[in-house]
Protein backbone atom coordinates (compact mmCIF):
# COMPACT_ATOMS: atom_id res chain seq x y z
CA UNK A 1 0.00 0.00 0.00
CA UNK A 2 1.18 3.31 -0.95
CA UNK A 3 2.12 5.02 2.46
CA UNK A 4 4.23 7.88 1.46
CA UNK A 5 2.81 11.12 0.18
CA UNK A 6 5.02 14.04 -1.45
CA UNK A 7 4.12 17.71 -1.68
CA UNK A 8 3.94 19.60 -3.48
CA UNK A 9 2.76 17.22 -6.89
CA UNK A 10 4.35 19.56 -9.01
CA UNK A 11 7.24 22.24 -8.62
CA UNK A 12 9.03 24.45 -10.94
CA UNK A 13 11.79 26.24 -10.41
CA UNK A 14 14.91 28.78 -12.23
CA UNK A 15 18.46 27.01 -12.20
CA UNK A 16 20.21 28.14 -9.54
CA UNK A 17 17.46 27.63 -6.56
CA UNK A 18 16.68 25.49 -4.00
CA UNK A 19 14.08 22.74 -4.45
CA UNK A 20 12.25 21.69 -1.34
CA UNK A 21 10.18 18.98 -1.44
CA UNK A 22 8.63 16.97 1.86
CA UNK A 23 6.80 13.86 1.87
CA UNK A 24 4.65 12.54 5.06
CA UNK A 25 4.18 9.22 5.75
CA UNK A 26 1.92 7.14 8.13
CA UNK A 27 3.11 4.18 10.29
CA UNK A 28 6.46 3.55 11.92
CA UNK A 29 9.10 3.28 10.10
CA UNK A 30 13.34 1.48 9.89
CA UNK A 31 14.50 3.95 7.34
CA UNK A 32 13.13 6.37 4.38
CA UNK A 33 14.42 6.59 1.42
CA UNK A 34 14.29 9.37 -1.74
CA UNK A 35 14.26 8.04 -5.14
CA UNK A 36 14.88 9.73 -8.43
CA UNK A 37 12.86 9.05 -11.83
CA UNK A 38 13.68 10.31 -15.16
CA UNK A 39 10.88 10.63 -17.45
CA UNK A 40 10.40 6.76 -18.72
CA UNK A 41 13.53 5.48 -17.07
CA UNK A 42 14.20 3.30 -14.05
CA UNK A 43 14.61 4.77 -10.55
CA UNK A 44 17.76 5.55 -9.07
CA UNK A 45 18.40 5.44 -5.35
CA UNK A 46 19.55 9.16 -3.76
CA UNK A 47 19.28 9.14 -0.13
CA UNK A 48 18.78 6.58 2.61
CA UNK A 49 17.74 8.05 6.26
CA UNK A 50 17.27 6.08 9.14
CA UNK A 51 14.74 6.13 11.83
CA UNK A 52 17.28 7.53 14.46
CA UNK A 53 18.67 9.70 12.29
CA UNK A 54 17.49 13.55 11.81
CA UNK A 55 19.61 14.99 8.92
CA UNK A 56 22.04 13.71 6.65
CA UNK A 57 23.56 15.24 3.41
CA UNK A 58 24.48 13.92 -0.08
CA UNK A 59 26.13 16.48 -2.42
CA UNK A 60 23.81 19.14 -3.10
CA UNK A 61 21.09 17.20 -1.67
CA UNK A 62 20.24 17.40 2.35
CA UNK A 63 17.29 15.14 4.11
CA UNK A 64 15.22 15.81 7.18
CA UNK A 65 13.63 13.34 9.05
CA UNK A 66 10.79 14.01 11.92
CA UNK A 67 9.33 10.38 13.29
CA UNK A 68 7.85 12.57 15.54
CA UNK A 69 5.49 14.30 12.61
CA UNK A 70 5.84 11.25 10.37
CA UNK A 71 7.31 13.81 7.59
CA UNK A 72 10.97 14.04 5.44
CA UNK A 73 12.13 16.76 3.75
CA UNK A 74 14.55 16.58 0.20
CA UNK A 75 16.31 20.22 -0.58
CA UNK A 76 18.07 20.12 -3.67
CA UNK A 77 20.03 23.00 -3.30
CA UNK A 78 21.49 25.28 -6.68
CA UNK A 79 19.33 23.39 -8.77
CA UNK A 80 20.43 22.79 -12.68
CA UNK A 81 18.76 21.08 -15.77
CA UNK A 82 18.98 18.04 -15.34
CA UNK A 83 17.64 17.86 -11.99
CA UNK A 84 14.10 17.99 -13.63
CA UNK A 85 13.13 14.67 -12.89
CA UNK A 86 10.24 13.10 -10.53
CA UNK A 87 11.26 12.52 -6.88
CA UNK A 88 9.84 9.97 -4.80
CA UNK A 89 10.34 9.43 -0.83
CA UNK A 90 9.85 5.10 -0.18
CA UNK A 91 9.18 3.71 3.31
CA UNK A 92 11.22 0.88 5.06
CA UNK A 93 9.03 -0.71 7.76
CA UNK A 94 9.07 -4.94 8.53
CA UNK A 95 10.67 -6.86 5.52
CA UNK A 96 12.37 -5.69 2.78
CA UNK A 97 9.15 -4.13 0.59
CA UNK A 98 9.32 -0.30 0.40
CA UNK A 99 6.39 2.05 0.03
CA UNK A 100 6.89 4.55 -2.31
CA UNK A 101 4.66 7.73 -2.81
CA UNK A 102 2.73 9.09 -5.62
CA UNK A 103 5.73 11.90 -6.38
CA UNK A 104 7.10 14.93 -6.64
CA UNK A 105 7.73 16.37 -10.42
CA UNK A 106 10.42 18.84 -10.32
CA UNK A 107 10.73 21.61 -13.89
CA UNK A 108 13.91 22.74 -13.67
CA UNK A 109 13.96 25.89 -16.31
CA UNK A 110 17.49 27.61 -17.68
CA UNK B 1 28.87 -4.22 -15.95
CA UNK B 2 26.77 -5.30 -12.53
CA UNK B 3 22.74 -4.15 -12.80
CA UNK B 4 19.22 -4.96 -13.61
CA UNK B 5 18.58 -5.36 -17.15
CA UNK B 6 14.49 -5.73 -18.30
CA UNK B 7 13.49 -6.92 -21.54
CA UNK B 8 11.81 -5.95 -23.73
CA UNK B 9 11.55 -2.08 -23.32
CA UNK B 10 8.38 -1.32 -25.36
CA UNK B 11 5.97 -4.53 -25.33
CA UNK B 12 2.67 -4.71 -27.17
CA UNK B 13 -0.25 -6.93 -26.71
CA UNK B 14 -3.36 -8.13 -27.48
CA UNK B 15 -5.97 -8.81 -25.01
CA UNK B 16 -6.64 -12.06 -23.63
CA UNK B 17 -2.74 -13.01 -24.77
CA UNK B 18 -0.37 -13.74 -21.58
CA UNK B 19 2.96 -12.30 -21.97
CA UNK B 20 5.86 -12.26 -19.65
CA UNK B 21 8.44 -10.10 -19.07
CA UNK B 22 12.18 -10.62 -18.28
CA UNK B 23 14.14 -8.97 -15.65
CA UNK B 24 17.72 -10.49 -14.93
CA UNK B 25 20.28 -8.95 -12.26
CA UNK B 26 24.24 -9.89 -12.15
CA UNK B 27 24.37 -8.21 -8.35
CA UNK B 28 24.39 -10.63 -6.33
CA UNK B 29 21.27 -9.48 -4.85
CA UNK B 30 18.80 -11.83 -2.88
CA UNK B 31 15.78 -10.43 -2.89
CA UNK B 32 13.72 -8.82 -6.07
CA UNK B 33 10.63 -7.04 -6.79
CA UNK B 34 7.90 -6.17 -9.19
CA UNK B 35 6.35 -3.13 -9.32
CA UNK B 36 3.64 -1.24 -11.39
CA UNK B 37 3.78 2.28 -12.20
CA UNK B 38 0.69 4.09 -14.03
CA UNK B 39 0.93 7.79 -15.29
CA UNK B 40 1.51 10.33 -12.80
CA UNK B 41 1.58 7.68 -10.04
CA UNK B 42 3.82 6.25 -7.63
CA UNK B 43 4.83 2.52 -7.76
CA UNK B 44 2.53 -0.43 -6.85
CA UNK B 45 4.54 -3.54 -5.43
CA UNK B 46 2.87 -6.81 -7.45
CA UNK B 47 5.55 -9.99 -6.17
CA UNK B 48 8.59 -9.87 -4.21
CA UNK B 49 10.78 -12.78 -3.86
CA UNK B 50 13.40 -12.74 -0.74
CA UNK B 51 15.35 -16.32 -1.88
CA UNK B 52 14.91 -18.47 -4.58
CA UNK B 53 12.43 -20.98 -4.96
CA UNK B 54 9.78 -18.46 -2.83
CA UNK B 55 7.72 -15.53 -3.60
CA UNK B 56 4.96 -13.60 -1.82
CA UNK B 57 2.10 -11.45 -3.48
CA UNK B 58 2.59 -7.77 -3.16
CA UNK B 59 -0.43 -5.03 -3.17
CA UNK B 60 -2.26 -5.83 -6.40
CA UNK B 61 -1.01 -9.40 -7.41
CA UNK B 62 -4.31 -10.34 -8.87
CA UNK B 63 -3.65 -10.99 -12.68
CA UNK B 64 0.27 -11.81 -12.26
CA UNK B 65 2.33 -14.73 -11.71
CA UNK B 66 5.83 -14.67 -11.26
CA UNK B 67 8.66 -17.63 -10.39
CA UNK B 68 12.18 -17.81 -8.92
CA UNK B 69 13.92 -20.34 -10.03
CA UNK B 70 17.54 -18.89 -10.14
CA UNK B 71 19.26 -15.74 -8.12
CA UNK B 72 19.75 -13.71 -11.14
CA UNK B 73 16.26 -13.94 -12.55
CA UNK B 74 12.44 -12.82 -11.82
CA UNK B 75 10.17 -13.06 -15.06
CA UNK B 76 6.72 -11.57 -14.51
CA UNK B 77 3.53 -12.83 -16.91
CA UNK B 78 0.95 -10.58 -17.09
CA UNK B 79 -2.09 -13.31 -17.82
CA UNK B 80 -5.14 -12.45 -19.14
CA UNK B 81 -7.15 -12.08 -15.76
CA UNK B 82 -5.44 -9.16 -15.50
CA UNK B 83 -7.89 -6.35 -16.32
CA UNK B 84 -6.09 -3.32 -16.87
CA UNK B 85 -2.07 -4.42 -17.69
CA UNK B 86 -1.01 -1.26 -19.77
CA UNK B 87 1.29 0.53 -17.56
CA UNK B 88 5.39 0.47 -17.11
CA UNK B 89 6.46 -2.38 -15.22
CA UNK B 90 9.91 -1.70 -12.86
CA UNK B 91 12.09 -4.94 -11.88
CA UNK B 92 14.72 -4.23 -8.81
CA UNK B 93 16.36 -5.82 -6.25
CA UNK B 94 18.21 -5.67 -2.92
CA UNK B 95 20.84 -7.26 -1.59
CA UNK B 96 19.58 -8.07 2.35
CA UNK B 97 22.64 -9.08 4.30
CA UNK B 98 24.06 -5.56 5.67
CA UNK B 99 22.27 -2.73 7.03
CA UNK B 100 20.74 -1.16 3.81
CA UNK B 101 17.57 -1.34 2.17
CA UNK B 102 18.60 0.51 -0.96
CA UNK B 103 17.03 -1.32 -4.03
CA UNK B 104 18.46 -1.10 -6.99
CA UNK B 105 15.59 -0.37 -10.25
CA UNK B 106 16.22 -2.06 -13.99
CA UNK B 107 14.78 0.34 -16.84
CA UNK B 108 11.45 -0.54 -17.16
CA UNK B 109 9.25 -2.14 -19.54
CA UNK B 110 6.10 -0.54 -20.85
CA UNK B 111 3.28 -2.60 -21.73
CA UNK B 112 0.63 -1.81 -23.76
CA UNK B 113 -2.58 -4.20 -24.79
CA UNK B 114 -4.05 -3.15 -28.14
Known amino acids: SQQGEEDPQALSIQEGENATMNCSYK?????LQWYRQNSGRGLVHLIL?????REKHSGRLRVTLDTSKKSSSLLITASRAADTASYFC??????????FGKGTSLLVTP | DGGITQSPKYLFRKEGQNVTLSCEQN?????MYWYRQDPGQGLRLIYYSQIVNDFQKGDIAEGYSVSREKKESFPLTVTSAQKNPTAFYLC?????????????FGPGTRLTVL
Open chain 1, 27 to 31: TSINN
Open chain 1, 49 to 53: IRSNE
Open chain 1, 90 to 99: ATASSGYALN
Open chain 2, 27 to 31: LNHDA
Open chain 2, 92 to 104: ASLKTSGNTDTQY
